[in-house]
Nanobody, 122 residues
C-alpha cells in the first residue's frame, strides 16, 4: 500500500490550500486517514484525523480553520486549510492505517506519504 500526497505550495497569510492524499495497492479496508505536519526544528505533530464511523478530530491550533474529509470510493483524504498563518508552515504528511489483502492472507498496514511542503509567507 502506498500513499501519494499533492497540493502543497506557497500561499500568503490568510489564504487557503487544499491537500489531497490517495492510497493505492491491495487495500481491503482503511480504518483511519490522518494528516501530520513537521515544521523546521520541531517534532512531527498530528493535525487532523478521520476514522471510519467517528467524527474528525483536530489539533487545537487548527480547529475552525482546517477541515479533513475523505472519499472512500477513491481512497483519498483531503485537508482543506483556510485562514493560513505563518505558523502553519511545515511539511505535511498523510498517514493511513488499515488492512491489506493478498492472495492468501491479509495484514494490517500503517503507511506514510512522501510529504508536501506548505509555506505561508507574504
Amino acid at each position: 500500500v502506498q500513499l501519494q500526497a499533492f497540493g502543497g505550495g506557497l500561499v500568503q497569510p490568510g489564504g487557503s490550500l487544499r491537500l489531497s492524499c490517495t492510497a493505492s495497492g491491495s487495500i481491503f479496508k482503511i480504518n483511519a486517514m490522518n494528516w501530520y505536519r513537521q515544521a523546521p526544528g520541531k517534532q512531527r505533530e498530528l493535525v487532523a484525523t478521520i476514522t471510519t464511523g467517528r467524527s474528525p478530530n483536530y489539533a487545537d491550533s487548527v480547529k475552525g480553520r482546517f477541515t479533513i474529509s475523505r472519499d472512500n470510493a477513491k481512497d483519498t483524504v483531503y485537508l482543506q486549510m483556510n485562514s493560513l498563518k505563518p505558523g502553519d508552515t511545515a511539511v505535511y504528511y498523510c498517514n493511513a492505517v488499515g488492512i491489506a489483502y493478498y492472495s492468501d492472507y491479509a495484514e494490517e498496514f500503517d503507511v506514510w506519504g512522501q510529504g508536501t511542503l506548505v509555506t505561508v509567507s507574504s
